[in-house]
């Protein structure tokens, strides 16, 4: 129970030892003295609260903010000392933001929670007791034996006991944690391979002794004892023995494994960044502007009470006849008697700091996410995918984006490749039909029949068809892979239904090419690989493989054909195949690549080799020499390969497209234009990440491409560094990329950060492959933390984007094909990267200017509200007399005012959605939080001042001495109350000021909705309607009514409407006389969009028209299943001028 709680509260239990011991099926030793190690159980947490600690962790969390703390130490100071105003002035408001808020954050939480229970109560299956038993994920305990099928994904990190397979391998994608859609083959130790039965694993007696759980996808170090007729053998456990929590059982039926690492301890989630509290600029901006107003504050409060006690140094004001002190305030101590007046004005003047502020900005964050979902631009049909939005804190984030960090595989592709051009023997040919049809030819055969293929063009496809590592799965349930012969199903029926699975996309890519051309490979059995070519089957012996690797950029295999004869096949890059050629069109070739590599195709160079009898007896001596080697083995095998890969026949070339997501190099280029900085982070390699780049536009054609790749030392990346500055120094003109791998990353972050952080942002686009998921982070917190301090955005679709997305200021999930931990730990997701374009450039150009406006705006109509109670302190002998009847001292922020901002930080456009995008250099005017910079925040600060001067003072001069605004010319009644007193004054005060500042939103507002027109007017006259009964009826449940009849007198007067129309537009004019002087003489690049959109009503929505010219053209764009439209056949498009409309018929 206790380790149960301490796992609520986010405690974990400390490891032991550097190693952990792990009993397979749980059988612990029988002595006594044995003490179990204790794991975390195998549940993902991505929710930031549980039940437990919500409470205080949330409170935490809120009082962190500046105007929480403040109105919490303000309502503590009302209940402790007698202050002019009442403490549920503080406290009401209080208590309604802090559960506003909580509401909001625990609902975005639980959402949290939901998405994991999905995954936590998925059903596996472990065996227990000697059977085969159903359980939920959360329930696999470390040592469990876990039974995985084809196809689904493991659910904690096994150690892998046996497969299907006679020899106990299994293969797997890793899509979801490195980004890599290869087929990867992973191995069991002999001894427990042949466990395939639930009675043998029950039998199984064995331990594994790994290491402690790390991040490090890559490395894993352990043994494990088996137990056989009392004899105990030790095996070597490898990274080939781990499928990691995540990656995908493929081509294999089923396997076995025991859990070693589960829930949080898994690889994939330790790869998952802390979840932290993201905060938005926006709201370090109002925390600065909190602190410049709590000094504002205090000055005024110290001026006042300084002010007072000066005042009282004379007798006379000291203790005057109508307020006699009392024995106790005579002889109380100066010092407290200073302190009290002090908080006292504290109080008095606390309205200054808008508490309503931040309730008024997490409604509008909450409800303005919704327009998010229900954008039908942002809904993907295909998949049945809206956008989503899990934590609405960062909207306006949305609109300060300066880097987009984005991963490569099934974010900007589609995961999907395809062969679309070859070159063989100097002559280009393309697909069609499942034909090869030479360049400048058409297929024209008429019956459909393939053609035969002869010479050098059949040997090009048997080389494609031959040289890989490919394997084969059928659909038929009943076949097995690896039992009873592989090629029974080599005839035209089954072949159909095979689905091949490789160690690249582009080797799948091109089997599945020749397969439709006519040369299909039908499977492999053992050392025999068998390919039917145009129907006739051929067998071929595999003697060698020679793996692909890095420095050599290819791969080869040595076959033995069906007439006894000894092949070599290759395959690779260009750069490393053809330098070793010395027969076939080279040139020719070499111009094809270039020209395949130009479409942003990926290309790859096909030659041979033919081996007489003495020359394979050599090449078969030096590579079982190397590969026994046990000194230097890895350098004599790459002697051996380069001697073998020499004086090669060019057969050809192909042309693979990486198939891009639509638009995707429309998104970029639109970011770009934007004036936001694109870098691919990806865990692919470094051919294949730079020929997509090309493709998609993130790298142009006429960049300078610089490279920072296997960099061995510091002081070699280093010298690198500084070689890659002064090119970029000396070439002023030219745009430059930058290629960096994950290697070369980790020493430019060790020791030059700050030389490579110079590079990079000289750089138009940078590129970074064979990443590892932590150091996806580390580069996004480099820029992050760098003194320019920029916005960045992380968008990705698996496991391995999860930190990233964690670290930027906003997390994008892509909702692909890998899983849903991308999505599960983003802030926003979308289906695909072309939404990219709207979700930044529209939404995030409309929530910025809205939440900016509305903070300026509430610190303007909170300084217009306090400032003349500053000025009547020195009308009133700084007696803390308050202006405002306490209830306008609540419900101002509450009711009176804060529906119109609420409504305009929903609704505003300042800019047609349409231009927004058509024009992304639009967004370059709100970057850098320019609308929230401190030279407007001084404007809005100093018009409240001037705005509450003019209140103060015009009210005060056109009421003061004037006797005539009570109408009938009359100051005393019957009653002799004198009606012209402090509320009076206060009143029209109070009328004045709510009437001023809504109608200033008023003028902000430039999108006009209903729903503005109706919090705009209604506001006002709730006001009027509110203030009449108010003061209009006596309430018993009241302790005292000191606005009793006071509004309905002060309105019965016409000079005192007769001062609110000339104090209000005193006020709004000087504004209106500047909007029309800036707009007109020195006009932004927003004004001249707005001047240039001219909109066309219908039903509810608007288009723009630039120019009118253009509009049947423009109508034509429309979705009309969006439109209400009242008539469908004419439609009236109004002229800017007003003059005559013209109608277009049948739109």
């Not at 040919?429 to 034909?435: A, I, L, S």
């Not at 130009?598 to 080799?609: I, M």
């Not at 009503?1097 to 009309?1120: E, H, M, N, V, Y």
Request: proline share 3%.
């Amino acid at each position: 129970m206790l380790r149960w709680i301490r796992q609520q509260l986010g405690f974990d239990p400390p490891h032991q030892s550097d190693t952990r011991t792990v009993y397979v099926a749980n059988r612990f030793p029988q002595h006594g003295h044995y003490v179990p190690q204790r794991f975390a159980d195998n549940r993902i947490i991505s929710s930031k609260y549980t039940v437990w600690n919500f409470v205080p962790k949330n409170l935490f969390e809120q009082f962190r903010r500046i105007a929480n703390f403040y109105f919490l130490i303000i309502f503590l100071v009302q209940l402790m000392i007698d202050t002019p105003t009442s403490p549920i002035t503080s406290g009401l408001p209080l208590f309604f933001v802090i559960t506003v808020t909580a509401i909001k954050q625990g609902y975005e939480d639980w959402l949290r929670h939901k998405a994991d229970n999905e995954v936590n109560g998925a059903p596996v299956f472990v065996v227990r007791s000697g059977s085969l038993v159903q359980t939920r994920s959360k329930n696999i305990r470390v040592g469990d034996i876990v039974r995985v099928a084809k196809d689904e994904t493991f659910p904690a990190d096994l150690a892998l006991l046996s497969s299907d397979r006679a020899d106990g391998t299994c293969h797997i994608t890793t899509a979801s944690l490195d980004g890599e859609t290869n087929l990867k083959t992973h191995y069991s130790v002999a001894e427990t391979s042949v466990c395939q039965s639930v009675s043998q694993l029950e039998a199984l007696q064995a331990v594994v002794e790994c290491q402690q759980p790390e991040a490090d996808l890559y490395r894993f170090v352990g043994r494990i004892t088996v137990t056989q007729h009392g004899e105990e053998i030790v095996r070597p456990l490898g990274p080939e023995n781990l499928l990691l929590r995540g990656a995908r059982l493929k081509n294999t039926k089923e396997i076995y494994g025991v859990a070693v690492y589960t829930g949080m301890e898994s690889k994939m989630a330790l790869n998952y960044k802390c979840k932290s509290q993201k905060r938005s600029a926006v709201e370090k901006s109002m925390n600065t502007f909190l602190i410049i107003y709590l000094v504002i504050l205090l000055f005024e409060a110290v001026l006042s009470t300084i002010l007072k006690y000066a005042w009282q140094a004379e007798e006379k004001w000291n203790e005057p006849f109508y307020n006699q002190k009392t024995e106790q305030e005579r002889n109380s101590s100066p010092i407290l008697k200073f302190i009290s007046d002090f908080l006292a004005f504290l109080v008095l003047y606390n309205f200054i700091i808008p508490i309503s502020l931040y309730v008024t900005v997490e409604m509008q964050k909450f409800l303005g996410s919704f327009f998010i979902g229900w954008d039908l631009d942002l809904y993907h049909e295909e998949s049945d995918q809206k956008a989503q939005v899990n934590t609405s804190d960062l909207n306006e984030e949305l609109g300060q984006v300066e880097y987009v960090f984005t991963d490569k595989t099934g974010t900007l592709t589609e995961n999907e490749m395809q062969f679309r051009e070859c070159s063989i023997n100097g002559t280009k040919y393309r697909e069609v039909n499942g034909k090869l049809v030479p360049e400048g030819m058409t297929d024209d055969s008429p019956d459909g029949s393939t053609p035969r293929l002869i010479g050098e063009e059949l040997l090009f496809l048997q080389a494609v068809s031959l040289c890989h590592t490919v394997q084969i799965s059928y659909d038929q349930p009943d076949c097995l892979v690896g039992g009873g012969d592989p090629f029974s199903h080599a005839n035209g029926f089954s072949s159909n239904h095979m689905e091949y699975y490789a160690s690249s996309p582009d080797e799948k890519a091109l089997v599945e090419a020749t397969k439709r051309i006519g040369v299909a490979f039908t499977g492999s059995n053992g050392d025999v690989m068998e390919i039917k070519a145009f129907g006739k089957a051929e067998k071929y012996k595999l003697l060698h493989v020679l793996e692909f690797d890095a420095d050599r950029r290819r791969m080869s295999v040595i076959l033995q054909t069906p007439s006894g004869g000894k092949v070599l096949f290759t395959k690779g890059a260009e750069s490393a195949i053809l330098p070793f050629t010395t027969s076939g069109e080279i040139e020719k070739t070499r111009l094809h690549v270039d020209e395949f590599a130009l479409k942003g195709l990926r290309t790859l160079v096909v030659a041979c080799r033919h081996f007489s009898p003495e020359e394979y007896i050599d090449v078969d001596r030096r590579l079982n020499a190397a590969r026994t080697a046990l000194q230097q083995r890895e350098e004599r095998l790459q002697e051996a390969f380069s001697y073998i890969e020499r004086d090669l026949q060019l057969l050809g070339a192909t042309g693979v497209e990486d198939k891009l997501q639509d638009k995707v190099q429309e998104t970029i280029e639109a970011l770009r234009l934007a004036g936001i900085k694109v870098w691919v982070l990806t865990g692919d390699k470094h051919e294949t990440a730079v020929s997509v780049s090309l493709s998609c536009g993130h790298f142009h054609r006429t960049m300078n491409i610089l490279e920072l790749l296997q960099q061995r030392s510091d002081n070699e990346c280093a010298e690198q560094l500084r070689r890659l500055a002064r090119r970029i120094k000396e070439d002023h003109v030219i745009q430059h990329g930058l290629v960096v791998d994950g290697a070369s990353l980790s020493l430019a972050l060790r020791e030059h950060e700050k030389l490579f952080m110079e590079v990079c942002k000289n750089c138009s686009a940078v590129l970074c492959c064979r990443m590892a998921p932590l150091q996806k982070a580390k580069v996004v917190r480099l820029l992050k933390t760098s003194p320019e301090k920029p916005i960045t955005l992380a968008i990705g679709d698996g496991a391995n984007d999860v930190s990233m997305i964690q670290e930027a200021h906003v997390g994008i999930g892509i909702m692909g094909k890998e899983g849903r931990q991308a999505v599960r730990n983003s802030d926003y997701a979308i289906a695909r990267f072309k939404f990219l374009s709207k979700l930044l450039l529209v939404h995030g150009h409309f929530y910025y200017i809205r939440i900016a406006t509305l903070v300026q705006y509430f610190f303007y109509k909170n300084v217009c509200f306090i400032t003349p109670q500053f000025l009547y302190q020195f009308f009133c002998l700084f007696s803390q007399q308050t202006l405002y009847d306490s209830v306008y001292l609540t419900l101002y922020n509450i009711c009176f005012t804060s529906l119109p901002i609420l409504v305009y930080s929903l609704f505003e456009q300042l800019v047609h959605p349409h231009i927004l995008q058509n024009k992304p250099g639009l967004y370059r005017d709100i970057s850098k939080n320019s609308l929230l910079s401190f030279r407007t925040f001084l404007y809005w600060t100093l018009l409240g001042f001037c705005h509450a001067f003019i209140f103060f003072f015009g009210s005060y001069i056109l009421m003061g001495e004037d006797t005539t605004l009570m109408g009938n010319g009359q100051i005393l009644r019957a009653n002799r109350q004198l009606m012209f007193g402090n509320w009076t004054f206060g009143t029209l005060v109070f009328t004045v000021m709510v009437i001023t500042v809504t109608l200033k939103l008023a003028l902000e507002t430039q999108f006009w909705t209903w729903m503005n027109h109706f919090v705009t007017w209604g506001s006002i006259a709730f006001y009027f309607i509110f203030s009449l009964f108010y003061g209009g009826i006596i309430w018993p449940f009241l302790h005292t009514q000191d606005m009793y009849f006071v509004f309905v007198q002060l309105l019965s007067s016409g000079s005192a409407w007769f001062a609110i129309i000339i104090i209000v537009i005193t006020c709004l004019f000087p504004d209106v006389v500047k909007k029309v002087f800036y707009r007109h003489l020195q006009p932004t690049s927003t004004q001249k969009s707005q001047m240039y959109s001219n909109r066309v009503a219908i039903g509810d929505d608007f288009i723009a028209l630039q120019p009118l010219s253009r509009a049947k053209s423009q109508l034509g764009k429309i979705r009309w299943k969006r439109v209400r439209v009242q008539s469908a056949q004419n439609m009236t498009l109004l002229k800017p001028s007003g003059a005559q409309g013209r109608t277009i018929g049948t739109c």
